[in-house]
């Protein structure tokens, strides 16, 4: 039976999350990289979940977002190129609809290539007002945001 896929809207850190529950034990996720050909399979399982839930909630939390994006960069076009490519490019490919319901066949790099997109945005654009970024990388801004209309001169003053 075929698997639906992931929908889109659930990030790369709910994706980690999922990924890491579906392969309840990570000896099941590395006999599928090896099953694909990659080295060290073992190793690179726990690297791909632990890069996926702990990149992701970097960015969700809006935090080292440039530092965050590499590994999570390197992860998505490998499984673009190892994995998605040969699927073509839509993310939902309906299979057939039945009694049970619609079957999906394997996803294309649609949606890998969305994120990738998604985490060059972030890090040319910035993460906006509310990241976390603001106020760990750069937190002498943000107390002289706070202190500057104490420094500016009165008309009183001599």
């Not at 839930?53 to 960069?73: K, N, Q, Y």
């Not at 972030?122 to 509310?130: A, I, S, W, Y």
């Amino acid at each position: 039976m075929v698997r639906d896929p992931a929908p889109p809207d659930r990030g790369l850190w709910l994706y980690g999350a999922r990924l890491r529950k579906d392969c309840a034990r990570t000896g099941e996720y590395a006999s599928i990289l090896h099953a694909l050909g990659v080295p060290v399979p073992d190793l690179l399982a726990w690297a791909t979940i632990l890069v996926e839930l702990f990149g992701g909630l970097a960015v969700f939390l809006g935090a080292f977002i440039p530092l965050a994006s590499i590994p999570m960069a390197i992860v998505l076009l490998v499984a673009i190129f190892t994995v998605h490519v040969p699927n073509g490019f839509s993310s939902i490919k309906l299979l057939s609809v039945d009694a049970a319901g619609a079957h999906f066949g394997q996803p294309g790099y649609e949606t890998a290539l969305l994120y990738l997109a998604a985490l060059i945005a972030l890090v040319l654009g910035g993460c906006g007002p509310l990241a976390m970024d603001r106020f760990l990388l750069h937190p002498r801004r943000r107390n002289d945001a706070v202190h500057a209309g104490s420094d500016v001169p009165t008309e009183s003053s001599p």
